[in-house]
């Protein structure tokens, strides 16, 4: 079963902090790294997504990391406020013929303190 | 635009007994998709279809059924509920030709089996 390997689990960062969440994956077939966002009660929303052939991706105060050779990719949120505490996935997607395949994390719950 | 709709938001059923999630779409999106969501997992996917008439297994697929009858809706069913089979679902589309990521999810429906 191919994984998508995500961490930590939860995490507390005050306000203007910088969190940091890793994935690691271990096909290397994959043709993107999405980030995905989720409020309570609500379903993911698309955040940032990275092609493997990118070091690095910047949108607003988010940023995706990425490390093909060590098949990790991490995301940093700079300048954390309140409003971005909530849980996010990251996931691995590719697309097949007729079809398509994307394996998600197990999530990280960020708190960020006022 | 309404986006994509779930209904019911919350559902409990007794072991055995069957109902339909049902799952709307008014952006003209060829690509629907079902994923559960459970708590340490992430999002799983468990059937999709890329038109009316086409649909496809996903990673977890046994004891549901779907079909498309139409571009707007794809229904999941569950034929025999099971205690396993409590979790929150998602129900997502994409338009063909976008990225793989690029899939916008419902808000999610609630399911508990006792």
């Known amino acids: 079963q191919q994984q998508v390997k995500q961490s930590p689990q939860s995490l507390i960062v005050q306000k203007g902090g910088i969190p940091i969440i890793n994935c690691a994956y271990e096909n290397t077939a994959f043709d993107y790294f999405p980030w995905y966002q989720q409020f309570p009660g609500k379903g993911p929303a698309l955040l940032i997504a990275i092609r493997p052939d990118v070091s690095e991706k910047k949108e607003g105060r988010f940023t995706i990391s990425f490390n093909k050779s060590a098949k990790q990719f991490s995301l940093h949120i700079m300048d954390s406020q309140p409003g971005d505490s909530a849980t996010y996935f990251c996931a691995a997607s590719r697309e097949l013929p007729g079809g398509f395949k994307t394996i998600f994390g197990a999530g990280t719950r960020l708190f960020v303190k006022a | ?114």
């Not at chain 2, 994923?35 to 996903?58: C, E, F, K, N």
């Not at chain 2, 997502?92 to 006792?114: D, H, K, W």
Request: aromatic share 10%; hydrophobic share 30%; net charge positive.
């Open chain 2, 1 to 114: 635009n309404a986006g994509v709709t779930q209904t019911p938001k919350f559902q409990v059923l007794k072991t055995g007994q069957s109902m339909t999630l049902q799952c709307a779409q008014d952006m003209n999106h060829e690509y629907m998709s079902w994923y559960r969501q459970d708590p340490g997992m992430g999002l799983r996917l468990i059937h999709y279809s890329v038109g009316a008439g086409i649909t496809d297994q996903g990673e977890v697929p046994n004891g549901y059924n779907v079909s498309r009858s139409t571009t707007e809706d794809f229904p999941l069913r569950l034929l025999s509920a099971a205690p396993s089979q409590t979790s929150v679902y998602f129900c997502a589309s994409r338009r063909a030709g976008r990225r793989v990521y690029e899939q916008y999810f419902g808000p999610g429906t609630r399911l508990t089996v006792t």
